[in-house]
């Protein structure tokens, strides 16, 4: 796509756009507070929900109910549901709308053993005529736009995306994002910017969301520039630098250059994440899921190792803002090589 392309007016479903760079769910990381962060730095288009039970959610499962948990500033959103049933995921998506939710995205690429044992995620890519008639019933059922997210196929034999995306096309999605990945690759290998032109071009008029290794600016170009997508999901990417909706959206639409942001911004914005943290849950809560994240903010921060240490030990608010103090009456290290940062392993076949 040109930067003048890009910078046409983008709607799913009818439903307006801020931007075409979207938050890809990252189950147990882009909760409401880091959305909610991500978003104040701007460039953000769409966000997800983790994905959450169909069934969970109409057995008003609390944990569920966290999942789901928005506010005002979350636009736009998708609730991302999964599971095996028709009648579930219609009645959950039912019930999400009568909540207010824009848009409503079926997983269909989840590759998890207990998300697939089920029948859900990725497992729906096997049985083409039951994942064709629940999309069709899902879509009837709500008035809001339905999206689906899936990978190329359950594996290299299997490239069956293209198809599913033709048909569900024709059966009202509004939007496909696809990972470039089959099931069988878990988080693995190369992502194939092929395989998800191929779904661009199997589709006619909605748009394809291209998603996998989109890690800075120019590889959400060179994700446009091969695959003709219509819009960038970033996951991971966008977790280890919530700026990236900026910086693409600055360079690739108005061909503005922006400074990365310095490393006091970062240990703002990690502080930020952390408060938030504390404002919707339980001190305890906010700690024990903040630790899980606070490993890559150490490494990215190049914080010296026995404060990394304590930052991903963090037992409790004081501790965490005593840290913060000391961290930023330390002199920022300084620019050098991008560390090398470890990606978190999504959820594969194991999990
Ligand atoms: C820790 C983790 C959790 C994930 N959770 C979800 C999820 O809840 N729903 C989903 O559709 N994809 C999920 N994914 C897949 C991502 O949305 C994305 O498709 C994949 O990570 C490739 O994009 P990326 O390289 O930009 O991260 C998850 C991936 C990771 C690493």
């Not at 910017?193 to 199997?202: L, S, Y």
């Not at 700690?287 to 240490?309: E, N, S, T």
Request: net charge positive.
């Amino acid at each position: 796509m040109t930067p003048a392309a890009l910078q046409q007016p983008f709607r799913v479903g009818g439903v307006e756009m801020p931007s075409r760079f979207f938050l890809a769910p990252l189950a147990g990381y882009t909760s409401l507070a880091f959305r909610l962060c991500a978003r104040e730095l701007g460039g953000l288009g769409l966000a997800t929900t983790d994905l959450v039970n169909a069934r969970s959610l109409l057995e008003k499962r609390p944990r569920a109910f966290d999942l789901i948990e928005t506010s005002p500033e979350d636009r736009p959103l998708a609730v991302q549901i999964y599971g095996p049933s028709k009648e579930e995921l219609c009645a959950a998506a039912q019930m999400l709308e009568a909540r207010g939710v824009t848009l409503i995205d079926l997983n269909m690429g989840c590759p998890a053993r207990k998300v697939v044992r089920g029948g859900g995620g990725s497992a729906l890519m096997r049985e083409a005529d039951k994942a064709i008639a629940l999309v069709r019933a899902l879509v009837e059922s709500v008035k809001a736009p339905v999206t689906v997210k899936m990978r190329l196929g359950w594996d290299d034999a299997n490239i069956t995306a293209p198809f599913f995306a033709r048909e569900f096309e024709q059966a009202g999605v509004a939007a496909i994002t696809i990972h470039g990945r089959t099931r069988e690759q878990g988080f693995g290998g190369l992502v194939n910017r092929a395989g998800i032109h191929a779904v661009v071009e199997a589709v006619q008029r909605i748009p394809v969301i291209g998603n996998g290794d989109i890690r800075s600016v120019e590889d959400a170009r060179t994700m446009f520039i091969e695959t003709g997508c219509a819009a960038a999901g970033i996951g991971r990417g966008g977790l280890l630098n919530p700026w990236i909706f900026r910086q693409c959206d600055a360079e690739l639409v108005r061909g503005e250059q922006i400074a990365p942001p310095a490393c006091e911004e970062r240990v703002d914005f990690m502080a930020r994440h952390f408060e938030k943290l504390m404002a919707l849950r339980t001190e305890k809560v906010a700690c024990v899921l903040f630790r899980k994240i606070a490993k890559w903010y150490g490494i990215a921060l190049r914080v010296p190792r026995p404060m990394r240490h304590r930052l991903v030990m963090i037992k409790d608010a004081a501790e965490f803002r005593a840290l913060m103090a000391e961290l930023r009456a330390m002199k920022p290290p300084a620019p050098g090589r991008e560390p090398h940062i470890p990606i978190p392993s999504g959820p594969n076949a194991r999990w």
